[in-house]
């Protein structure tokens, strides 16, 4: 089998992963694959059946009953299917959000998403985005990014995709929300949100997107001929 190259890119909600993975991977070719989508789709399921994220007995008793697909249409967007309901935009919600956050500390929960996760790294070149891609799901990834920025311009960044959306939400309130997820998703003991030993951090702060992106290629040359 032809040698797959692999690039992991985890960091804080709102760094501008996905923007740039998605981006990258049309550029290159390759497979994108968004982990937060996974759990977003989790946490939607077990919000219809009013399940609270935080009910541990409740979480494990019903995962049994969810399937989760991942397609891609020809524009290459990630599609989630669940129980082959397709819910891409449903699972875009700031409760969403901080559901899925809650819902992805459950050991059960990451166990059942990890070869998920890995079967399509496998097969195809990907760029997977995340928390935990670096350092627990392709802990050998061919390139590691830890994408970061200040929590102010991470929030500043969410409004204006709400605003572009149509939705007004205050500043105040999503920096908020900002701030408990990464609180929650770093302090979690299962596979927290942090910077893998080989990772290269790229702080996103004061750049664009085509400078995100130039400083990206610039990192994945290194490792892979572009
Ligand atoms: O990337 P996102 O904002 O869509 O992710 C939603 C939540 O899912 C995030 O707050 C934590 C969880 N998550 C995770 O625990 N591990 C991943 N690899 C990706 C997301």
């Given at each position: 089998?032809?040698k797959t190259y692999t690039i992991a890119i985890d ?10 993975a998605?981006?990258l991977a049309?550029e290159l070719?390759y ?90 790294a496998?097969?195809?070149n990907v760029i997977m985005?995340?928390?935990?891609i670096g350092?627990?799901?392709l802990p050998k990834a061919t390139v590691k990014i830890f ?49 893998a030993k080989d990772a290269v951090l790229l ?12 400083a990206m290629k610039k990192i994945i040359g290194e490792k892979i001929p572009l």
């Amino acid at each position: 089998m032809a040698k797959t190259y692999t690039i992991a890119i985890d960091g804080p909600a709102g760094a501008g992963k996905s923007t740039i993975a998605r981006a990258l991977a049309k550029e290159l070719g390759y497979y994108y694959v968004d982990t937060g989508a996974i759990y977003r789709t989790v946490a939607y399921f077990l919000d219809l059946l009013g399940i609270s994220p935080k009910d541990v007995d409740g979480v494990e008793r019903y995962l049994d009953e969810l399937t989760i697909q991942i397609e891609y249409d020809e524009t290459g967007k990630q599609h989630m299917l669940m129980n082959g309901m397709d819910v891409t935009d449903d699972i875009r919600t700031p409760d969403i959000s901080q559901k899925a956050s809650l819902v992805s500390a459950h050991a059960m929960v990451r166990h059942m998403l990890l070869d998920m996760q890995r079967a399509v790294a496998k097969k195809h070149n990907v760029i997977m985005d995340g928390r935990d891609i670096g350092t627990v799901v392709l802990p050998k990834a061919t390139v590691k990014i830890f994408l970061t920025a200040s929590a102010e311009v991470r929030a500043k960044r969410r409004m204006d995709e709400f605003a572009a959306k149509g939705q007004k939400v205050a500043f105040e309130q999503v920096l908020k929300d900002i701030q408990q997820r990464d609180h929650q998703d770093s302090t979690r003991p299962i596979a927290p949100l942090k910077q893998a030993k080989d990772a290269v951090l790229l702080d996103t702060s004061e750049l664009d997107i085509p400078g995100v992106i130039a400083a990206m290629k610039k990192i994945i040359g290194e490792k892979i001929p572009l």
